[in-house]
């Protein structure tokens, strides 16, 4: 069947394993995603809840643990609608291809190193496999995802879940971009595109710092490719109803439901993988008795905690801003986004280049490159500020645009009529033709 | 060379699905349809390179031709109508005939160029990929076929640009923004313009169409709440139809309830306007007697 053997370019050891132990991998990574979905939903909840200071779930279950399951089973049992217009294949195929390529991802993410069955002496990497080109698999995989959210808003036959998905092709393709290349910077940088390898190649320094500019790009983008807020445009309830899925209940809701919590589980893991350091022990605890929180089953634990770090950077998010403006989102992506990663792509290129075919030490060039930074930066504090030409205000005109307006700054209140009557008794005639004329005007 | 069982398994399961999308693509009526089957024959390829272990290659497939161009593909289709199937007329004269004679032409080119081509010596995948599959293609592209590289660089490059400069359009008036039309909207509400946006349709027990005007606070209906359209098609409902409909209701159901209701009825003449005036001032009263009743 599968054939076990050492592949060329990945540091993870598979020749141990036989179809048995893929076997139980898979299961296990099952498990471990729907049992995240419904803990992701709870937390998720409950964070939001705190962040608007109010309790959120806390009925079902200690500390409202339960809800999830409880949402889950009364999404099972409500009643299954097709409606009419439906293209019948096409919608029940849709939530499917959603579910199915959220759930591929993670067979390249590693959990951890080696570690040993307990009470045996097998020996297997904590992941389910790994190949040369395991980082563009899991790009394969979310944008053949993409098609469920497509193919659900066509099928649909409606116009609302036809906007979503419209607008979800044009989103994802667009943010994609920008994501495989904030990923480039680090497939330059391990020399690798195997998972196993880059987080072998994170033993002295995570990515996130030297490539920190690819990062940014990578956490905005990944935040546009799950549409999720502030970029949750395929299904913004205030303007699609909720876009691709208005048409769909029950069971086949809850399957887009499920993929969109996975995708936001499986971003986070590439994203742990690739720029913080995968499982590797953050940096004091690395340290501690010659690396022995790098071994073992230690390493899943720091694994987890960074990637519910980023599951609570997407709440955090979520519960701090508002949603893009379509226009606004795609304009940011194409004129900001991608001009950004593609100059940092040719940046890093060059100091790589220089790295290897000049032969500069990798010291001399974070320096240099420091320096340079340092009086980029300098200069762009000190460089005085391109005043705007010293026009002449305009005069103040209270009834600016046919309403009544307060001064703009650098324009003067002219003297109030009130004020001149009150300290100039002998002045009555003036003000008396000034209130007229105010009167006039209004 | 033979494949081992694995492999064979995996072709022989792929390739006649393969060939029923294929025929799919050719033989469906909706093009949304037959975009989906080239999607199922592009992933399936893609899956026979990886099982040939050609990763790259196969990932590669998915992420661009699936991912990418189908995707637009689909979204053009999309775009083009939900229902739109292809006529089968032809636009340009001869068309069939001319694509006949060009795919047979191209056909004969490849064939050509096959035949005569004298492959050197295989070297094994094993030797092949022995620097990982995509540093060894890498190696290859960017050594022995950079040229070809950088020509279908440039050519897709000039393809870009031309595509952004056919599309581009020169903007003959100033742009409208988000501040241009609340300045707009401010400056005309000196003469009877409005900041806000028009009132939503009125929602009664019964009925909540959009045919129905919504009722202001002193409870007459609001013409405004109505869709420009249906009023000058005349399709809008009075509110008073519809009031006396929920009362004819509430009447059968709970008269004690509609009886306040059905004396304001009788005293106050029946006209759209004082109907629903009098139904919210009656519901006043009702008010101011529960309390003293209290």
């Known amino acids: ?442 | 060379m033979t494949a081992s069982t694995g492999e064979a398994v995996l072709f022989w399961v792929l390739a006649p699905l393969m060939v029923v999308a294929a025929l799919g693509l050719l033989f469906t009526r909706k093009a949304v349809h037959a975009a989906i089957s080239v999607v199922f024959v592009m992933i399936s390829l893609a899956i026979l390179y990886i099982a040939q272990e050609a990763p790259f290659l196969g990932v590669v497939q998915i992420v661009v031709y699936t991912g990418a161009v189908m995707m637009l593909f689909l979204f053009v289709l999309m775009l083009v109508g939900v229902d739109a199937s292809d006529s089968l007329v032809e636009t340009i004269k001869g068309q069939r005939w001319i694509g006949v004679l060009l795919g047979l032409g191209l056909g004969s080119v490849l064939v050509g160029v096959v035949a005569q081509t004298a492959f050197p010596p295989s070297v094994g995948l094993t030797e092949a990929n022995a620097v990982t599959n995509p540093v060894a293609l890498a190696r290859i592209l960017f050594s022995d076929y950079v040229f070809a590289m950088e020509v279908v660089g440039i050519l897709l490059v000039t393809a870009a640009v031309a595509a952004l400069v056919l599309t581009h359009k020169r903007r003959l008036s100033p742009r409208i923004g988000q501040r241009e039309v609340a300045d707009a909207k401010v400056s005309a509400l000196a003469t009877g313009g409005r900041l806000t946006p028009l009132p939503a349709p009125g929602v009664y027990a019964q009925n909540n169409a959009m045919d129905t005007p919504a009722l202001d606070p002193q409870g007459r209906p609001i013409e405004l709440s109505v869709s420009r359209v249906l009023r000058i098609r005349g399709q809008e409902r009075s509110a008073g139809t519809i009031l006396a409909a929920e009362r004819d209701v509430l009447l059968e159901h709970e008269p004690e309830r509609a009886l306040p209701a059905l004396r304001a009825d009788t005293s106050v003449d029946a006209s759209a306007d004082t109907t629903a005036g009098a139904a919210a001032d009656d519901a006043d009263g009702a008010d101011t007697s529960d309390r003293q009743e209290r």
């Open chain 1, 1 to 442: 069947m599968i054939t076990a053997a050492t592949v060329p370019g990945v540091s993870a050891d598979f020749s141990n394993d036989t179809f048995w132990t893929y076997l139980v991998k898979a299961v296990l990574i099952i498990v471990f995603l729907l049992t995240s979905v419904l803990v992701a939903i709870w937390f998720e909840r409950k964070v939001v809840a705190r962040m608007q200071v109010r309790p959120g779930p806390n009925v079902h279950g200690p500390f409202g643990l339960l809800q999830s399951l409880a949402d889950a089973m009364k999404l099972l049992l409500k009643e299954d609608i097709t409606v009419k217009a439906a293209d019948k294949f096409v919608y029940l195929l849709a939530p499917m291809i959603a579910v199915f390529c959220s759930l591929l991802t993670f067979a390249v993410i590693p959990f951890g190193p080696e570690v040993r069955i307990p009470f045996t002496d097998f020996v297997t990497p904590a992941q389910l496999t790994d190949f040369p080109v395991a980082v563009l698999y899991f790009l394969a995989c979310a944008s053949v995802g993409v098609y469920g959210i497509v193919l659900g808003g066509w099928s649909s036959g409606s116009t609302y879940p036809l906007l979503g998905s419209v607008r979800s092709t044009a989103q994802v393709i667009s943010y994609e971009l920008a994501m495989g290349l904030a990923l480039v910077g680090v497939f330059i940088m391990a020399g690798s595109m195997s998972t196993s390898q880059i987080v072998d190649s994170q033993e002295q320094l995570w990515w996130a710092l030297p490539l920190l500019p690819a990062f940014v790009i990578y956490v905005i983008a990944m935040i546009g490719e799950t549409n999720r807020l502030p970029f949750d445009l395929p299904e913004a309830e205030g303007e699609l109803v909720s876009g691709y899925m208005t048409e769909y209940s029950s069971m086949k809701f809850a399957w887009f439901f499920l993929a969109e919590y996975i995708n936001m589980i499986n971003v986070s893991a590439i994203a742990t993988t690739l720029f913080l350091g995968g499982w590797r022990a953050p940096w004091p605890l690395s340290a501690v008795n010659d690396g022995m929180f790098n071994e073992g089953w230690w390493p899943i634990l720091w694994f987890l905690v960074k990637m519910w770090g980023f599951m609570f950077l997407f709440v955090w998010v979520r519960g701090t801003l508002l949603r893009l403006r379509y226009d606004q989102f795609m304009k940011f992506g194409w004129t900001r986004l991608i001009p950004f990663a593609l100059a940092w792509i040719v940046l890093l290129a060059l100091t790589q280049g220089a790295r290897q075919f000049l032969e500069i030490d990798t010291t001399t060039i974070l320096v240099v490159g420091g320096v340079i930074a340092v009086i980029a930066i300098a200069v762009l504090w000190f460089w005085p500020e391109k005043k705007p030409a010293a026009a002449e205000p305009p005069p103040f005109d209270a009834f600016a645009g046919g309403f009544p307006v307060p001064p703009l700054p650098g324009q003067q209140l002219p003297p109030s009529p009130r004020r001149g009557r009150a300290l100039v008794p002998e002045t009555a005639d003036d003000t008396q033709t000034e209130t007229t004329e105010e009167a006039d005007r209004g």
